[in-house]
Each structure stands twice: as C-alpha cells, then as structure tokens.
C-alpha cells in the first residue's frame, strides 16, 4: 500500500442507518495535510450467482429497480446477513430467486462496486449441476421478479441493448464469454 496516499479519519457521524446501508460523513486529514470531508455509504456485502442450467443457459431475473425507474435483467444476487458466510448467501439466494439449487458452487472473484463513495463488495459464484426444486424458498415478501433463461449468445445481445445494464450481470456475461461458456 501507498503510504503517502492514505487519508487519516479524524471524526465520524452517522447520519442514517437503514435495513440494507447505513451513510457516514468522515472529516478526513489528507496526503498533503488539509482536511477534506467524505461521504461513505456502509454496506454489509453481496452475492451475485452465475448460475447455469444443464441446457448451458444463464438462469437470471428481472425486476424493477426503483433507483433507476425500470426494470433489467441481472444474474440471482442478494445481500450478505450478519455474520453469514458468502457461499450460504449464494445458495440461499439461487434458490429463493430462481428455484434452482446446485451441487457445484464455486466462488470466482470478488469486487468492490463503487470505491469512491460506498465499501459494497460483491462475491460473485458460479453455480453449476443445477436442479429445480419442487418446493424453493420463497422471495423476500418485498422482491417480485420474473426467471429467464438465456443462452450466452442472448445475453450477450441484452448488454448491447441494455437489458443488461449492471455491473455484476455485465461482469458475468464478459466472464463467459472470455470462458467459452
């Protein structure tokens, strides 16, 4: 690490603590010793699951996204609970969002999803020998979504119309395709 780029916190206020994010104001000394102030979103983690059906399509949702007005088309993901391994999140979330679980769960890299104001990290699984289940845990009583399932070629082309406008589901589509899924 840098040494010399490393901004020191002086002081902390909680400014808002909700269900899935809190927000931090940090006054902050920087590299070349003036103060600066930095807004920071806190947020536990996630999961995102490329999951893959024994037809080799991509099992993913479509819901409406209040932030952004509309409805897209991503991979199954969800928020980490307290203290809940990320690999636990991932099977819980494939099976609640899609029905499917899977014998063969793999993590393939994590990533942070907005460093310059929020601490978010996402683990993203591949998920594989899929199989659907005649009784899945039920959605979030707040979460409505439509399944699809997509060949590679198909989700290739919802990126190029924006379909598929996330980062997490873009990033799993690149990832495919540079593995000849």
């Known amino acids: 690490m840098s040494e010399h780029l490393i901004e020191k916190t002086i002081s902390t206020k909680e400014v808002f603590k909700g269900r899935v994010i809190d927000l931090v104001v940090e006054e902050v000394k920087l590299p070349n010793g003036n103060k600066s102030t930095r807004e920071i979103v806190r947020h536990p983690g996630a999961v995102a699951v490329i999951a893959?059906?024994?037809?080799?399509?991509?099992?993913?949702?479509?819901?409406?996204?209040?932030?952004?007005?509309?409805?897209?088309?991503?991979?199954?993901?969800?928020?980490?609970?307290?203290?809940?391994?990320?690999?636990?999140?991932?099977?819980?979330?494939?099976?609640?969002?899609?029905?499917?679980?899977?014998?063969?769960?793999?993590?393939?890299?994590?990533?942070?999803?907005?460093?310059?104001?929020?601490?978010?990290?996402?683990?993203?699984?591949?998920?594989?020998?899929?199989?659907?289940?005649?009784?899945?845990?039920?959605?979030?009583?707040?979460?409505?979504?439509?399944i699809k399932e997509v060949t590679l070629e198909e989700a290739e082309e919802m990126v190029r119309?924006?379909?598929?406008?996330?980062?997490?589901?873009?990033y799993a589509v690149q990832y495919l395709l540079l593995n000849k899924r």
Request: aromatic share 8%; proline share 7%.
């Open 52 to 146: 893959i059906t024994p037809e080799n399509k991509i099992v993913m949702v479509e819901q409406y996204r209040k932030p952004l007005g509309r409805t897209l088309v991503e991979i199954p993901a969800g928020k980490l609970e307290m203290g809940e391994e990320p690999e636990v999140t991932a099977r819980r979330e494939l099976e609640e969002e899609t029905g499917y679980t899977c014998s063969d769960l793999r993590p393939l890299i994590s990533f942070y999803t907005s460093p310059g104001f929020a601490d978010e990290i996402v683990h993203l699984f591949i998920a594989e020998n899929l199989e659907k289940l005649e009784n899945p845990a039920e959605l979030d009583e707040d979460e409505f979504l439509d």
């Open 161 to 170: 119309n924006k379909h598929i406008y996330d980062a997490k589901t873009a």
